[in-house]
């Protein structure tokens, strides 16, 4: 009983305040349209400084991570040497290229008619010109990583006169090649699709694919600010290029981004549309039972309640413009999203104002209006503000940038609805009061009045119509729909037994999905099927070994003429290779190569440094340059690195794996040293997304709980609205599995959204029943279903109808907000409308003692009893 008068008390104090806003919103409404609108408008004015991010290694990585702090100190120990002595196993960031992956009609490579074809393609490629800003003409001679005064293609053993030979002698060595004018390289990642050696596997007989990689210099911003010419150039020229025995994939260091803003771009038709039939089915939605009365009639209300939601989107982005947060293309749903919390809460003020009908004034109405949905909305805008919160402190940029301007926007939304939409409500019944026509606002007749006077039928169904006298003539048929079925379902003993049990395999399935469920985004899915750039990474990914190279970084002096360094060195490289996720073969080390050649010196520090200098003055050697750091005197190794090669690996997670273990190869040697790879930086998502989404999704869980508490103060509904809101999350997140989903910066952003969905069906329908004055628990259950089920349905609904639409998009966003997205409108409805009304029939919390409370609250919504139609008999 104490719980219940707490219950009580906060209803009556927060009601009250909402009482006398609804009553000055009354008198002042056509102040306050005007004063929103042009704050709205003013703010929007932001947008002309909007800037876009469209860098997906940017914005769809996390920053802060321990790759992107050792990519800048690997920048820093060892000089940018692209522009002279190119080393691809040096590379500090994936940098600029332009890669091209040729598949041999006949299925293998090693034919001179194939490979003199290849190099058709190479002499094309690298005479290709594009033309600068400046009218400067460039070809990829004048940007290329250099490596001995040539440039430097990863691939272009495959026509030099050594290889060539070796293939008409079938003698191509395997998996390393040795040619004079490039030396000895292992060229097996080069190789994809079926390779097949001899019996001993020393020579290669057949090979299907081969990788051709264009690396352009990046030791100068002209030569980067010139590549990105270049390569659409490439791009445009590739695209129209003949062959005859190859087959041909492509694609350059901008393809990713290119491909996103062009996909996100081509889907704003399909996106329009589905604006388009929520804002139809509001405007339908809100016609009056009474179809053919004039006065009634509350369409305008619903595209109102729309405006004010497009209203909010304006603002907000304006606003978040004006302050320098960068559009991401993951922004683009957020129209959607704010427009669906905004119907959402227009349908639970429209429901208040059906029931508030038997109100005397429209002070009287306004006030029981906002009294009745203020709490309700005020909950579900607080919990999705403070989720979106939660997001914007993660250190993904497309979280953090999205949930900024959607706090922003359910801000503006929030405020919008109860000045500018409580205003519209206070104005139409001004219209509905003096009996005028709801399209030309002249005031009519009654019907009956029309009839008395010897109208016609048209002039009786076009021109006649009064005011509402009661909640059943203000509803729409769709509102009326939930609160005549639902309870005929939720409420019989067979039905909830069959609920229960439904929802034990719902929980079953999502546990499942949990547990297995894949993390990581894989930038092939951000583009369409279509794609050229998906045909070059589907051929790269299912063709060719999933390898990495991974240097050691040895960031501190040693003496490296002792025999003790050179053992720890070797002692480092064993324990990567004996690790299952390193290859056991494969090892680059300057200090190996140097060992076995005549130039080793070990007497003491000075003359192993002498020697090592004059052994990559010879050319066979000169690529180790970079992997060692001398002082400014030449006395001292600063720096100095060796390779290993990861196992191939399955998937991204084995990736983000075999990061981690190779920290933990480096951590656990004993030199001091860390491990890196640029590639680390795309791998981090697989090891730090789950951990985000954890944190946000518990500290929006968190605010959940705490709002709550502070709104409906009563430790039942706590635990109802938090373990539903928790389910409903467990679903979306078990259920992705069933779609081939991952967990990744994208979906992370769907599941803060779905938050704010899930908080809005659960919070009114236990807001409902607390409040509702029935005898028993069924009959509370009834009134729920009667004061918030058409609000949910049609909020559900609305959202729905868009997202049919969206499963057609050619966009990995789209789609997936489509998927989340229908997860959680099927979750939330099915939590809110059946398995929550089941549980309160059993569990609820009592009834309020406050009859001022209850009575006044049931009074806007209407009676259940009777004006709903309810009765007891009916319950029993």
């Known amino acids: 009983m ?138 990829y001679t004048d940007i290329c990583a250099r490596v001995q005064s040539r440039c430097a293609v990863d691939g272009e053993m495959f026509w030099d006169p050594d290889f060539l030979a070796a293939v008409d002698l079938k003698q191509v060595t395997y998996p390393r090649f040795t040619t004079s004018s490039t030396g000895t390289s292992d060229y097996s990642s080069d190789l994809g699709g079926i390779i097949t ?219 919008n609805n109860v000045t500018f939409f409580a205003a519209c409500l206070a104005i139409n019944e001004r219209r509905v009061d003096d009996n005028r026509h709801y399209l030309t606002c002249q005031r009519i007749k009654t019907k009956e009045q029309i009839t008395e006077e010897g109208g016609t039928k048209r002039q009786i169904m076009c021109c006649g119509g009064r005011p509402p006298t009661n909640r059943d003539e203000a509803e729409s048929f769709v509102d009326k729909f939930p609160r005549w079925i639902l309870p005929k379902i939720v409420l019989k003993l067979p039905f909830k037994i069959g609920i229960l049990v439904l929802f034990v395999a719902y929980l079953a399935g999502a546990i499942y999905g949990c547990i297995y469920l894949k993390q990581g985004l894989v930038f092939t899915q951000l583009v369409a099927d279509d794609s050229y750039y998906f045909k070059f990474s589907d051929w790269d990914q299912r063709f060719f070994t999933r390898q990495t190279p991974v240097s050691f970084i040895i960031s501190k002096p040693y003496s490296y ?104 190869v480096a951590n656990d040697a004993d030199i001091d040293c860390f491990a890196f790879s640029p590639y680390f930086v795309p791998y981090e998502q697989y090891v730090a997304i789950f951990g985000q989404t954890m944190k946000t999704v518990g500290l929006a869980l968190i605010a959940v709980f705490v709002v709550t508490c502070i709104f409906m103060p009563h430790p039942v509904l706590i635990i109802f609205v938090t373990l539903a809101v928790t389910m409903i999350m467990l679903g979306v997140f078990g259920y992705m599995l069933y779609l081939d989903v991952a967990l990744s910066a994208i979906t992370m952003i769907h599941l803060i959204m779905s938050i704010g969905f899930s908080i809005d069906f659960t919070a009114h329908i236990c807001h409902g029943f607390m409040i509702s004055s029935g005898e028993t628990r069924d009959i509370r259950v009834k009134q729920a279903i009667d004061k918030t089920g058409a609000p949910i349905f049609h909020g559900a609904v609305s959202s729905i109808l868009g997202i049919i639409v969206l499963i057609g998009a050619k966009s990995y966003i789209f789609r997936t907000f489509a998927a989340v997205m229908s997860f959680v409108l099927l979750f939330g409805i099915s939590h809110a409308l059946f398995l929550l009304p089941v549980i309160l029939s059993w569990l609820g919390p009592g009834k309020l003692n406050d009859k001022k409370s209850t009575d006044g609250q049931n009074a806007t919504y209407g009676n259940v009893n009777g004006e709903a139609g309810t009765k007891m008999e009916e319950i029993k």
């Not at 388009?276 to 405007?283: E, N, R």
């Not at 290859?583 to 060992?595: G, I, N, P």
Request: hydrophobic fraction near 45%.
């Open 561 to 664: 003429s002792d025999q003790s360094t050179q053992d720890l060195i070797d002692d480092l490289i064993i324990s990567a290779q004996s690790n299952r996720y390193f290859d056991t073969k494969f090892e680059v080390s300057w200090l190996e190569a140097y060992k076995t050649t005549s130039y080793f010196q070990d007497g003491n520090e000075k003359e192993f440094i002498e020697g090592f200098r004059r052994f990559i003055q010879d050319r066979k050697y000169a690529m180790f340059e970079n992997d060692v750091v001398l002082d400014a005197t030449n006395s001292t190794i600063l720096n100095s690195r060796v390779y290993v090669m990861s196992a191939d690996m399955e998937d991204s997670q084995e990736e983000g794996k075999m990061m981690l273990e190779s920290r933990k």
């Open 197 to 415: 050696t001899d019996t001993d596997g020393n020579y290669l007989e057949q090979a299907e694919f081969i990788n051709l990689d264009y690396v352009i210099r990046t030791d100068g911003q002209e030569y980067q600010s010139n590549a990105a010419i270049w390569v659409a150039e490439f791009q445009t020229q590739i695209e129209a290029y003949q062959t005859k025995n190859i087959e041909i994939a492509y694609a350059h260091f901008n393809s990713m981004d290119e491909e996103l803003a062009k996909n996100i771009k081509g889907d704003i038709t399909l996106f329009s549309i589905t604006m388009t039939l929520m804002i139809t089915y509001a405007c339908v939605a809100t016609l009056s039972s009474r179809i053919t009365d004039q006065v009634g009639q509350r369409m305008w209300l619903g595209f109102a309640g729309v405006l004010a939601a497009g209203l909010a989107i304006i603002s907000s982005f304006g606003l978040c413009a004006a302050a320098g947060v960068h559009f991401v293309s993951i922004v683009g749903v957020i129209p959607f999203l704010v427009m669906g919390i905004g119907i959402d809460d227009m349908f639970i003020m429209l429901s208040g104002l059906s029931g508030a009908q038997d109100k005397k004034t429209i002070e009287d109405k306004l006030a029981a209006t906002l009294r009745a949905s203020g709490v309700g909305i005020t909950i579900t805008s607080l919990t999705d503000l403070i989720a979106f919160l939660a997001g914007a402190a993660s250190n993904f940029i497309a979280v953090r940038n999205f949930c900024i301007y959607t706090g922003t926007a359910v801000i503006f939304c929030y405020l």
């Open 2 to 139: 104490t719980l219940n008068k707490l219950y009580e008390t906060v209803e009556r104090k927060i009601g009250t305040v909402f009482e006398s806003y609804g009553r000055f919103i009354a008198r002042h409404a056509w102040k306050v349209v005007v004063v929103v609108v042009v704050i709205n408008i003013g703010l929007g004015i932001g947008m002309m400084k909007l800037k876009s991010d469209i860098e997906t290694d940017n914005v769809y990585l996390p920053h802060g991570t321990v790759a992107r702090h050792d990519m800048k100190t690997v920048k820093n120990l060892f000089p940018d040497l692209s522009g002279s002595n190119f080393n691809i196993l040096q590379l500090a960031a994936d940098g600029a290229w332009a890669k091209v992956i040729v598949r041999s009609n006949s299925g293998n490579i090693l034919n001179k008619t194939v490979l003199s074809e290849i190099k058709d393609l190479n002499d094309f490629i690298q005479n290709i010109t594009a033309e600068t800003e400046n009218d400067k003409v460039i070809k």
